[in-house]
Every structure is written in structure tokens, then in C-alpha cells.
């Protein structure tokens, strides 16, 4: 019994999908002509490559939805500290949310300012940093803090020449910074916001078209509301984390569908795959995260012979496995991550 009904409820949730979508297609919506002009280099009369009024639908859909239903996160406040936002936007930038909202509150703990993280050494900071991954983020972090407190006293400067001055904030960093820390008017275009606007104002085929750059910019430069960019692009980032997934959009469920171009119309495709260094079946940066997970289990005086991590590695002391290892403990201690005794051939964390 219990099965035909799932059965039926599936059926009926088919021919919903199929029924709004046909609606969609059969709609006639006015084009948005920021679409039409950006695709044939056109502008509008009036100079303007959106259609205001086009926008304004969707800003109101965006904010409207949001209002009721933002994501509620550790450094999502109203007016954020901005060491906070710097740190939240590189955790953020290799690592899911969910890992940073249960990581963040410990490490501001421990480092609750510019001050405290520039004293940090580099095994206290790779150790802070524990199960987020991509340890080089870290001293990389620990480095921008110095940078801050030797240059501007402690408090992250607010523009964006200052900021692109610091050692490791890339664009988006520096524009998210800008936004979300200062309220300043900007874009904030991460992978998430260009994929979404990509769907919304182009009719997309499948979910890996994307808007070619100088329209994306051009688009991302017009939608916004002038003095709401941090809300905004919040917002965007929310709407396509929880509808706008890169795989799968959940279209059905989405707020802004009314306004989408490519609404139930993009068919799933799957990346190409990126090949990367590997050993034994395992990408490099795994090996690495795996030598550092061993090593931030000893205590700060404590060292690990060299014969012991092949062991609990599971490497032999055969070729090919002894150049591998050697090459990667080379990268480690190069970036700051590891130190070796040659003499004793044992290694710790960097301190
Ligand atoms: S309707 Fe679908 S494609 Fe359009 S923004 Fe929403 S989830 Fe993405």
C-alpha cells in the first residue's frame, strides 16, 4: 500500500515538474534584454545593458526570499568584525560551510585578533588548523596578520589598494572584504554567484554553460542594489548553495524560478575530469594532509623518525615508493609545513 502511494506521489511529482516547465517555455516572458545586448554586444537606448525594470523583479524575489530564509552563520552578523570576515572567507575558500561554522568559534579562541594570530608560530597555526585542510591557507593567514599589524596597527585597512597590498588576498577576497566587512558598494562573484547569474539571465543548455566573463562582470556590475551589496550577494551565495547546485538545481523548489532563463531547462552534465599528482591511487595533497594529520599529533618537542611515517603510511622503503616520499617531504619543508633532522632523519612540524 505504502509503495503504491510513494509510486503515485511520484508520478504526480513528474507531472508538476513537466507542467511548470511547459508553462515556463510556453510563458513568452518580455526577454531581459541585458541578456539579448550582452549576447550581441548591444546596448539599450538608454545606454544600459539591463533592463531595470527586469531587475528590480528579480532584486525584490532575491532580498524577499532572503529576508525570510538567510543561512545563519558564526561570522554572519550584522556589522562583522572584519579580522572575522577575513578569516571565515579563507577558511571558506577550499572548505564546505558546515566544517567552518563548527571549526571558526574555536580558532577566534584562540586567535581573537590580528595580534594574537601574527605571534602564532607555524606548527600553533597548522595545528589551529585542524580538519579544514589545505594547510598552506593557514600560514598564509598567519602571514596577512603580520602584514597588518607591521603596516596598518592591527586593523585591516579599507580599501581596496590596501587591501590588494597584503600578502594572499586575492580579488574576491579583497571584494568580499569590502562588502560583507565594510558595506561598501561592490561585486562579489565567487564560483557560486557566476553560475547562478549565468542561469538566471541566459538560457542555458546544461548545468556547465557559464556566461563568458566580460558579460558575467557587465551583469554582476548592473544587478545589485546600491547599498545592499553585502545582503545581496549573501543572498545569491544562499539561493545557490541551497536551489542552484552545480549538479543538480533544484528548480521546483527555487525562489527566483519565475525569473529564470534557464528554469527546469538545463540538463546535468558531468565535469571534466581534472587529473592531478597521484600516488598509489591517492591525489598528492591527500599524502600531504595525511603526513601533516600524523605530525600534529605530537606534542611541540616531539619529533617522528623518518622510518615510522613510511610505516604508518603504509609506504615501503623500496623504490619507487623512497623518491615519491622524498619529493613530497621536500614540498612540505619548503612551504613552511614540516622540519628534518638530516642528521637523525626524524621531522616535525615546522615551528
Ligand atoms: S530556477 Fe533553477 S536554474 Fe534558475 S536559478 Fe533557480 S535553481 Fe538555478
Redesign the pocket.
Known amino acids: 500500500m505504502l509503495c503504491r502511494l510513494l509510486h503515485l506521489f511520484r508520478l504526480l511529482l513528474h507531472a508538476v515538474v513537466r507542467y511548470t516547465a511547459s508553462m515556463k517555455r510556453s510563458e513568452k516572458a518580455p526577454p531581459i534584454e541585458t541578456v539579448a545586448a550582452l549576447r550581441t554586444g548591444r546596448t539599450t537606448a538608454n545606454g544600459s545593458s539591463v533592463d531595470l525594470t527586469t531587475v528590480e523583479r528579480v532584486q525584490a524575489m532575491v532580498l524577499g526570499w532572503y529576508a525570510a530564509h538567510a543561512r545563519h552563520f558564526v561570522w554572519r552578523v550584522p556589522n562583522p568584525d572584519p579580522y572575522v570576515v577575513l578569516v571565515s572567507e579563507t577558511m571558506l575558500q577550499q572548505t564546505q560551510t558546515a566544517r567552518v561554522q563548527e571549526r571558526l568559534p574555536s580558532f577566534l579562541q584562540q586567535f581573537p585578533d590580528f595580534t594574537a594570530l601574527a605571534a602564532a608560530n607555524n606548527a600553533t597555526i597548522v595545528r589551529a588548523w585542524q580538519g579544514m585542510g589545505y594547510n598552506n591557507r593557514a600560514l598564509r593567514l598567519r602571514d596577512c596578520a603580520r602584514a597588518v599589524v607591521d603596516r596598518f596597527a592591527g586593523k585591516l585597512p579599507d580599501t581596496a589598494d590596501d587591501l590588494r597590498s597584503l600578502p594572499g588576498l586575492g580579488p574576491y577576497t579583497v571584494s568580499a572584504i569590502l562588502s560583507f566587512a565594510f558595506h561598501r558598494d561592490v561585486i562579489v562573484l565567487d564560483v557560486n554567484v557566476q553560475r547562478?547569474y549565468s542561469?538566471?539571465f541566459l538560457n542555458l543548455q546544461t548545468t556547465l554553460d557559464v556566461m563568458p566573463e566580460a558579460q558575467l562582470l557587465q551583469v554582476a556590475t548592473e544587478v545589485y542594489p546600491r547599498g545592499r551589496s553585502s545582503e545581496w550577494h549573501q543572498a545569491c551565495m544562499d539561493?545557490a548553495a541551497e536551489?542552484?547546485t552545480a549538479r543538480s538545481?533544484?528548480?521546483l523548489f527555487?525562489p527566483?524560478?519565475k525569473a529564470?532563463h534557464?528554469?527546469f531547462g538545463?540538463a546535468e552534465a558531468a565535469p571534466p575530469h581534472v587529473s592531478e599528482p597521484s600516488y598509489r591511487g591517492k591525489p598528492n595533497r591527500i599524502w600531504r594532509g595525511r603526513i601533516i594529520e600524523l605530525l600534529r599529533d605530537l606534542g611541540p618537542d616531539q619529533t617522528m623518525a623518518l622510518a615510522e611515517l613510511r610505516n604508518r603510511l603504509f609506504v615501503t622503503e623500496e623504490e619507487p615508493d623512497v623518491p615519491w616520499l622524498e619529493n613530497i617531504l621536500r614540498a612540505l619543508e619548503r612551504d613552511g609545513l614540516i622540519e628534518r633532522e638530516q642528521a637523525t632523519d626524524r621531522i616535525r612540524l615546522h615551528s
Open positions: 547562478l542561469r538566471l539561493i536551489f542552484c538545481p533544484r528548480c527555487c527566483i524560478a529564470c534557464s528554469a538545463l
